[in-house]
């Protein structure tokens, strides 16, 4: 029985050598230049970067990976398992847009990781050298570029003695309500979490089969838990054949996913409900009848909200090129838990539910059943007791795939991974997620220091951001904050900042008055104040995940790249 990846990748390399484990779209197209790795190619760049670590005296040491997005990456990582390394994936600083986000992100994972060698490709390693002046925290850390490491190097490497307890990776969490804390994944963490995704998602050996082994698409970040765990490392776990491209091709083009699931025919491919949104606004008549994507059966939706509106209206538009509705996959996850807590069933078309049973875009979307040796429960966050069936509270999880805790914060790993719950054996992990169970579906409904109390009646912000962002096509999808403040007389009181096309300031008063009635009309709920602003300008995780704390900080201290003047109510 494989103990880690690492085993795993040996015994594919051995008795698949020649099988493509990963491709490259350079440039996002399948008929542009493509990169491909075979398990054999891969087993020997892993054990050259595993020996070069290993010859330092890095094991149990932390490395932090800085690659744009490719196949060096997942040799840098794989080299980091395959050494005893504990890898630490990080978001390499590049344009200036990113830099100062990206370098500030940087310098705590080096110093919260006590990161001893940074890994990254060729770019980014000579870039480092020149920004020493400005990062301190370089200071004796050995940079190398995984290309630079010679393939004769993989003699030396010696096979790492790993348990189940052995530290895998520290996957940084985005920081959607806090500063990045390092989750502390384990080989067997890994392991049990990919078993659930392939039992969850019906990666069976006959679907393997009958896919001829090419079984995912994926255009997500691999230094984020959905787009590592899943694709990458599933791949991986089963000696499957992957097609990657970078986010930011698909952010540029959102065709080209689509294009490349019509072209590798995948089994599965997903990402969050935004990208699903993307490809609705950037669809026409000539990309339909251009698509198969009949191939499709697992089209997950996770990471933020899933949206009924999304998934009825993506599928009527893609239905002519083969797009099933019981394709969509909502799915519930986080970095805590490895990754995957829940998940919908192959075949079957998501769960929607409202007030009165009806499946309207209103409707709040299930996102599937525990996966087996997964225990999740909806518990009352103050009270500590579990709540009877269809009552909101915070969720709560147990199982092999949940994390040791954090990085050197037993602080935080107390209060997050030992809780306990009457009648129920050992410790859960408080996932800081509101949410119900009807019927064993997960319904997630909100964050819980997102929640907003107005009047003494609670609103969930992301719905406040999906009213706003339906009432008029100027509004960027993904790209609205809800948040409230305290003007010191009426108590709390609602605000939305939301990113507009630039072309769009001359209507912002019409777009305000819009937004205004929406959430009138959903919520009843008068807006304080709206404000419109600057595309990639609203603060971001990693991941892509609104930060409504630091969205709201920006406009209290009137940092917000303002188009137009705020209206205020």
């Not at 986080?334 to 192959?346: C, H, I, K, Q, S």
């Not at 079957?348 to 007030?355: G, N, S, Y």
């Amino acid at each position: 029985m494989a103990r880690s990846l690492v085993d795993l990748l040996t015994t594919h390399a051995t008795h698949q050598p020649d099988r493509t484990a990963y491709r490259y779209l350079v440039t996002g197209d399948p008929d542009g230049e493509i990169q491909e790795i075979s398990y054999a190619r891969l087993a020997t760049r892993s054990r050259a970067v595993a020996a070069w670590l290993q010859e330092r005296g890095l094991a149990g040491s932390r490395a932090m990976l800085l690659h744009p997005p490719g196949l060096e990456f997942v040799c840098g990582y794989l080299g980091c398992l395959s050494a005893g390394v504990v890898a630490v994936p990080g978001v390499p600083p590049q344009g200036r847009a990113q830099n100062h986000r990206a370098l500030t992100r940087m310098k705590r994972l080096i110093a919260d990781a006590d990161a001893k060698v940074i890994l990254g490709g060729r770019e980014v390693i000579a870039a480092l050298g020149t920004m020493t002046e400005h990062l301190p925290e370089l200071a004796g850390i050995t940079c190398v570029a995984t290309e630079d490491i010679a393939d004769d190097t993989a003699a030396a490497w010696r096979e790492p003695d790993l348990t189940a307890d052995s530290v895998a990776f520290l996957q940084y969490t985005s920081g959607s309500t806090s500063a990045p804390k390092g989750v502390v994944v384990t080989h067997g963490n890994l392991l049990d979490n990919e078993r659930v995704i392939t039992e969850r998602m019906g990666h069976t050996p006959e679907v393997i089969e009958e896919y001829g082994h090419e079984l995912i698409v994926s255009w997500l970040p691999v230094y984020h838990d959905m787009g590592l765990i899943g694709p990458v490392l599933n791949t991986v776990y089963l000696g499957l054949t992957t097609t990657l491209f970078s986010p930011l091709h698909f952010l540029q083009r959102p065709d080209r996913w689509l294009r490349a699931v019509s072209h590798y025919r995948p089994h599965t491919s997903g990402g969050p409900n935004f990208a699903y949104e993307l490809c609705l606004r950037h669809a026409t008549p000539e990309l339909v009848d251009d698509l198969d994507l009949s191939s499709w059966k697992v089209a997950f939706n996770g990471a933020e909200p899933v949206r009924a509106a999304t998934l009825r209206r993506f599928t009527e538009t893609f239905a002519p090129a083969g797009f099933r509705r019981d394709a969509f996959y909502p799915c519930y996850g986080l970095a805590e838990a490895t990754v995957m807590v829940t998940g919908g069933t192959v075949g079957q078309p998501p769960v929607l539910l409202d007030a009165d049973g009806d499946t309207t875009d209103a409707a709040a979307v299930g996102c599937g059943k525990p996966g087996e040796g997964v225990t999740v429960v909806v518990a009352d966050p103050e009270r500590r007791q579990e709540l009877p069936e269809g009552e909101a509270g915070e969720i709560w999880v147990r199982g092999a795939s949940v994390a040791k805790g954090y990085w050197r914060n037993a602080l935080a790993t107390r209060e997050s991974f030992r809780a306990t719950l009457p009648g129920h054996e050992g410790r859960f992990l408080r996932t800081g997620d509101l949410g119900f169970l009807r019927g064993g579906e997960l319904f997630v409904t909100g964050r819980l220091k997102d929640l907003m109390v107005i009047d003494g009646r609670n609103h969930y912000p992301q719905d406040l951001e999906l009213a706003a962002e339906m009432s008029h096509p100027a509004l960027r999808p993904g790209c609205t904050a809800a948040f409230s403040v305290d003007n010191g007389v009426e108590g709390e009181l609602p605000v939305l900042v939301a990113e507009v096309a630039p072309d769009a300031a001359g209507e912002a008063e019409k777009i305000t008055d819009l937004i205004r009635a929406a959430i009138g009309d959903a919520h009843g709920l008068p807006v304080h104040d709206v404000v419109l602003v600057q595309p990639g300008t609203i603060p971001k995780t990693s991941s892509g995940k609104i930060q409504r704390r630091a969205s709201r900080a920006a406009y209290l201290d009137g940092s917000l790249s303002v188009i137009g003047a705020p209206a205020h109510g």
